[in-house]
């Protein structure tokens, strides 16, 4: 199969180069190989391999953010108004201080961004007499709907310097200590991060952590369309069904009623093996 020079100059030639690397490095065909036409395969199941984990990514995203979502408004409701008697030193930071020092860093602020980003979607429903939001202020869900699928892990991990509220958001993941036994029965070897002077569930939190980033990683190279050639598809179907599992017992049947087994199947090398037997 010949590719011409102007498919490789619209791809990206330096984009397209991961494809021909991997197909080289394979050891699958003979060093004279002409292995464009090969890569440009490896092209088309890198697209259907990305369609294939975004058909499960969402499920997580939504279902973490939702869960954290409802402790953090729990945990609100909890607080009571304390009058300050001194603006020069206050002992106690405010509530919501607190979670947007989980949210925001110190380069960014990703609350006022979603916020912005929310609006600019307003002006665009002014403009179109046609739309469903049509004539509608922006509302909670609209703001919170910009929040990234990093904000969440990302809050579990700052919650490491505010213990109080790392109790809180782990309170997301009621089912997490089944989950782990679940995962030591698969792998008996396995062990969680830290020392085993860490408290538990600071050592639970940061294998979700883990868990959450290596999913996270692998959908922003989706939304990026780069390679997932080295990708453990195995590991992320196991690292997704943790955190479901975690969330409660129930959410990996209804959430996956397939049991994501196309991810089982998903290996690069094995379409090279096909056009190999087919003399490509």
């Known amino acids: 199969m010949s590719v011409s020079s102007d498919a490789f100059h619209r791809l990206g030639r330096s984009r397209f180069q991961a494809y021909v690397d991997f ?11 002409e292995v464009d036409g090969i890569a440009m395969e490896l ?7 990305s369609a294939v984990l975004m058909r499960y990514i969402p499920w997580i995203e939504v279902l973490v953010r939702n869960a954290i979502d409802e402790q953090l408004r729990l945990w609100l409701s909890w607080q009571t108004p304390q009058p300050y008697d001194d603006w020069i030193d206050v002992a106690d930071t405010h ?15 990703y609350l006022s961004e979603a916020r912005r980003t929310a609006l600019s979607k307003k002006r665009f429903w002014r403009s179109d007499q ?13 703001v919170f709907a910009q929040l990234t ?7 579990l991990s700052r919650a490491a310097n505010d213990p109080e509220l790392a109790r809180i958001l782990m309170g997301a993941f009621p089912n997490i200590e089944n989950a782990w036994e679940s995962e030591t029965r ?11 002077s860490d408290s538990r569930e600071d050592r639970l939190r940061r294998e979700l952590i883990s868990r959450l980033k290596g999913i996270r990683v692998v959908r922003n190279r989706i939304g990026h369309d780069e390679n997932l050639l080295r990708v453990n598809f195995p590991k992320i179907r196991h690292d997704m069904y943790f955190v479901l599992n ?6 990996p049947r209804w959430a996956f009623p397939d049991k994501a087994e196309l991810l089982k199947r998903l290996n690069p090398v094995q379409v090279l093996e096909q056009l190999e ?3 490509k």
């Open 23 to 33: 197909a080289r490095n394979s050891g699958i065909f003979p060093a004279t190989t």
């Open 43 to 49: 092209y088309r199941w890198n697209a259907e391999a």
């Open 95 to 109: 509530p919501m201080d607190r979670i947007r020092a989980l949210i925001n860093t110190a380069e960014k602020d």
């Open 130 to 142: 046609s739309h469903p939001r049509h004539g509608d202020e922006i509302d909670r869900d609209d």
């Open 149 to 155: 699928f990093g904000t969440w892990d990302g809050m």
């Open 186 to 196: 698969r792998m008996p070897n396995s062990s969680l991060p830290g020392n085993e």
């Open 246 to 251: 975690s969330l409660g017992a129930d959410y």
């Open 277 to 279: 037997r087919k003399g």
